[in-house]
């Protein structure tokens, strides 16, 4: 079956716009979590959504926001684009609600932020 | 505060075994996975320890102990092809959130 589908992979944007990035679950799965991942960084974590219900959220400016629809995919925003934004936006999902320890991520979009 | 700390880059030679740390500090979580990034690509789940102990899943061994906030990841028979990052992560039970440790990068050389 299929992975995780995240578009657009790669997209270059200038300062003070907004980029939305989408994330399309495994099939059947209703967990999708986003993270940002830099290379000073690491991976950190974004958002948690279930059932279209944002379950959890990270420590970032008001900036980013995201939501799930009722098909499972999911949507996340950033606007007024800051440079320090340029990271691979990485989306995961798992079949539930209940933590097993496994998430499959997407290939990720990679932002530019110019 | 939490955090999850790694060594930064580990290297060996094919054929060998490596053990990659991962120390924590968070006050209670569910339990610990690793997760392997080749450059470029979507990180994938290797494994993961619900209980104190040790999971082998091939050549990829992990291994949690709770009481002295450690855990690792063993690889052996090591392959070109496991040159990658390897990240371990725990759900924090208090805030529920997922944190990342910081990542060691394995560099296998012929």
């Known amino acids: 079956k299929a992975g995780v589908t995240q578009t657009p992979r790669y997209l270059i944007k200038t300062r003070g716009q907004q980029v939305t990035l989408s994330c399309s679950p495994i099939s059947g799965h209703r967990s999708v979590s986003w993270y940002q991942q830099t290379p000073g960084q690491g991976l950190q974590f974004l958002f948690e959504y279930f059932s279209e219900t944002q379950r959890n959220k990270g420590n970032f400016p008001g900036r980013f926001s995201g939501r799930q629809f009722s098909n499972s995919r999911s949507e996340m925003n950033v606007s007024t684009l800051e440079l320090g934004d340029s990271a691979l936006y990485l989306c995961?999902?798992?079949?539930?609600?209940?933590?097993?320890?496994?998430?499959?991520f997407g290939e990720g979009s990679r932002l530019t932020v110019l | 505060g939490q955090s999850l700390e790694q060594p930064s880059e580990v290297t060996a030679v094919e054929g060998a075994i490596v053990q990659i740390n991962c120390t924590y500090q968070?006050?209670?979580?569910?339990?610990l996975s690793w997760y392997q990034q080749h450059d470029g690509g979507a990180p994938t789940f290797l494994s993961y320890n619900a209980l104190d102990g040790l999971e082998e899943t091939g050549r990829f061994s992990s291994f949690l102990s709770r009481s002295d906030s450690y855990g690792y990841l063993l690889l052996q028979e090591l392959q070109m092809k496991d040159s990658a990052s390897y990240f371990c992560a725990v759900r924090d039970r208090e805030t529920d959130k997922l944190i990342f440790g910081t990542g060691t990068r394995l560099q296998v050389f012929p």
């Open positions: 995961a999902s798992s079949l539930g609600a209940e933590f097993t320890g496994e998430l499959f």
């Open positions: 968070t006050s209670g979580f569910y339990g």
